[in-house]
């Protein structure tokens, strides 16, 4: 199984989202299975936010890893733009911990740019990092102008992650934001891998070269496409999904090697960036 360090732990290149999560409660415990199916699997990095559900999706972390030794696991939190500062960061973080039913988060991450100067946000980042309730800290939805203003504000080493949209549909990364982390050996998350339904993923899941890429790996169509996402080894995926089997299928596409032929192929069909693109977002 593929895996990269991130937060000072090594861990499988394919960890499990929770975005979207939390929110029905005719679903609950399906999705309680379906995390918790994903660590028996191999999986060892969940990500979530406060933003999710407004909490819920922490609620719904805290209660489907409560039977695993949480010294185990790599548990990735998000601060809101409005509460990244001095004044609300730390009583955020601590709502966070209440509804993870935890004392710290392993990684902590300011999830987009918002108002507050970033000197403040960095500030309060690292403070609470000395306090113990975070082990590391990063950001998610920076570019690579925001992560060259971050390093003036901080040791790069300091920077646990970049976390951005990325996906064959969404290369734009790979212009300058991929190869700038990777010069720094800043590991970058992938939220939104195989990206969401819709006409494009299910052309995708019908396109016959994809099909018979798969078949040839014993496996589908959207492992492959998360086994293209890591196919860099300073990208880890965060593919989220509610269905147990499925969760067990995508922490899977950790062990499909894609060769160099079938990198050209999927090139072909989804081609890399010629100029630099905006940073898309969802």
Same mark, same amino acid.
């Given at each position: 199984? @593929?895996?990269? @360090?991130?937060?000072?732990?090594?861990?499988?290149?394919?960890?499990?989202?929770?975005?979207?999560?939390?929110?029905?409660?005719?679903?609950?415990?399906?999705?309680? #299975?379906?995390?918790?199916?994903? *660590?028996?699997?191999?999986?060892?990095?969940?990500?979530?936010?406060?933003?999710?559900?407004?909490?819920?999706? $922490?609620?719904?972390?805290? $209660?489907?890893?409560?039977?695993?030794?949480?010294?185990?696991?790599?548990?990735?939190?998000?601060?809101?733009?409005? %509460?990244? %500062?001095? #004044?609300?960061?730390?009583?955020?973080?601590?709502?966070?911990?209440?509804?993870?039913?935890?004392?710290?988060?392993?990684?902590?991450?300011?999830?987009?740019?918002?108002?507050?100067?970033?000197?403040?946000?960095?500030? /309060?980042?690292?403070?609470?990092?000395?306090?113990?309730?975070?082990?590391?800290?990063?950001?998610?939805?920076?570019?690579?102008?925001?992560?060259? /203003?971050?390093?003036?504000?901080? %040791? *790069?080493?300091?920077?646990?992650?970049?976390?951005?949209?990325? %996906?064959?549909?969404?290369?734009?990364?790979?212009?300058?934001?991929?190869?700038?982390?990777? @010069?720094?050996?800043?590991?970058?998350?992938?939220?939104?891998?195989?990206?969401?339904?819709?006409?494009?993923?299910?052309?995708?899941?019908?396109?016959?070269?994809?099909?018979?890429?798969?078949?040839?790996?014993?496996?589908? &169509?959207?492992? *492959?496409?998360?086994?293209? &996402?890591?196919?860099?080894?300073?990208?880890?995926?965060?593919? @989220?999904?509610?269905?147990?089997?499925?969760?067990?299928?995508?922490?899977?596409?950790?062990?499909?090697?894609?060769?160099?032929? $079938?990198? #050209?192929?999927?090139?072909?069909?989804?081609?890399?960036?010629?100029?630099?693109?905006?940073?898309?977002?969802?």
């Amino acid at each position: 199984m @593929k895996t990269l @360090k991130i937060a000072d732990r090594t861990v499988p290149a394919v960890g499990v989202g929770t975005w979207y999560m939390g929110e029905d409660s005719a679903i609950h415990q399906q999705e309680v #299975k379906a995390i918790q199916t994903a *660590v028996h699997a191999g999986a060892r990095l969940i990500d979530t936010a406060e933003m999710y559900g407004s909490g819920q999706a $922490e609620t719904l972390v805290g $209660e489907a890893i409560a039977p695993f030794k949480r010294q185990d696991l790599v548990i990735v939190d998000k601060v809101l733009p409005q %509460n990244a %500062n001095k #004044k609300d960061m730390a009583h955020s973080l601590d709502q966070s911990l209440r509804r993870l039913q935890t004392d710290y988060v392993d990684l902590y991450l300011y999830h987009w740019r918002g108002s507050t100067p970033l000197a403040e946000t960095v500030s /309060e980042l690292q403070r609470l990092q000395k306090s113990g309730k975070i082990l590391r800290w990063g950001v998610s939805n920076f570019d690579t102008d925001d992560m060259q /203003e971050l390093a003036q504000l901080a %040791n *790069v080493q300091e920077i646990a992650t970049d976390q951005v949209l990325y %996906n064959v549909n969404q290369r734009g990364p790979e212009y300058d934001l991929i190869p700038w982390l990777a @010069k720094q050996q800043i590991p970058m998350m992938a939220y939104s891998p195989v990206d969401h339904g819709g006409l494009k993923r299910s052309a995708q899941l019908k396109n016959l070269t994809l099909l018979a890429m798969a078949q040839d790996h014993q496996a589908n &169509v959207m492992q *492959v496409l998360l086994a293209w &996402v890591i196919q860099r080894a300073n990208i880890i995926a965060i593919p @989220k999904t509610s269905v147990p089997e499925h969760a067990q299928e995508n922490i899977a596409a950790a062990d499909i090697q894609l060769s160099p032929a $079938e990198l #050209k192929t999927i090139d072909g069909i989804f081609p890399a960036p010629t100029e630099k693109e905006p940073l898309a977002i969802y």
